[in-house]
């Protein structure tokens, strides 16, 4: 693994059910994010985890969940996906909160229908 | 609430030129701030970033300018070339909301042949 890796790619969900989808980093970042990517909205922060064990909400958290039970996964999860949650889901992390770049993965296509 | 826009959706530039792309800010207690690019069916690219405490900073072929004055940034690109095409997102962060980043809806360049 380099880099942030994302599972997976694309997936298409009822609504109702339950997803996981899974971020995990081998740069041993402290900090990751989950953004949400939607057409003429750019990328909103959905949750973000400063370092292991803790996480916190970012400006779009309804619906979703995460948890940081080590430094390189941060899953996210959909409790019981809407159609709404249709998006493009990217998945960063960086050093630490305010410290050098954020990287990003290359995505989750999500359609919930 | 206070978020980051950008002044024009689209650029055409042709090759060889320089580009400019702008940023308009609100928040006034943002004190870092970045520019990332986006490929298609990629994750957003850091470009460069800058921080309050400065109004320019350079990078290979990039620099960031920042007037806290009128809260805007913007972005030039020194020749650019075809592989410039992309979508542009700035992204604004403060120490005292744990440098959590908010993004504007993206610029898409197209440079011409």
């Known amino acids: 693994i380099a880099g942030i890796t994302q599972a997976p790619t694309s997936q298409i969900l009822a609504a109702g059910r339950r997803m996981t989808l899974r971020c995990t980093q081998d740069?041993?970042?402290?900090?990751m994010y989950w953004y949400r990517q939607d057409l003429g909205l750019g990328l909103r922060l959905i949750h973000y985890?400063?370092?292991?064990?803790?996480?916190g909400k970012g400006e779009v958290p309804d619906g979703y969940s995460v948890s940081r039970a080590n430094t390189d996964d941060f899953p996210l999860t959909l409790a019981s996906a809407v159609p709404s949650q249709t998006s493009v889901y990217f998945c960063?992390?960086?050093?630490?909160?305010?410290?050098?770049?954020?990287?990003f993965g290359p995505g989750t296509r999500l359609t919930v229908l | 609430g206070e978020s980051v826009g950008l002044h024009l959706p689209t650029l055409s530039v042709q090759e060889g030129d320089n580009s400019i792309i702008n940023c308009a800010y609100s928040?006034?207690?943002?004190?870092?701030f970045i520019w990332y690019k986006q490929e298609s069916g990629k994750g957003p690219q850091f470009i460069i970033d800058i921080r309050s405490n400065m109004d320019k900073r350079q990078g290979q072929r990039v620099t960031v300018l920042l007037n806290k004055t009128v809260k805007h940034l913007s972005l030039q690109i020194a020749a650019t070339q075809p592989g410039d095409s992309a979508v542009y997102f700035c992204?604004?962060?403060?120490?005292?909301?744990?440098?959590?980043?908010?993004f504007g809806a993206g610029t898409t360049v197209t440079v011409r042949a």
């Open positions: 928040n006034s207690a943002s004190d870092y």
């Open positions: 740069m041993r970042h402290n900090a």
């Open positions: 985890s400063n370092t292991a064990g803790t996480t």
């Open positions: 992204a604004e962060g403060s120490t005292s909301n744990d440098y959590k980043l908010s």
């Open positions: 960063a992390s960086s050093v630490a909160a305010g410290v050098g770049e954020q990287f």
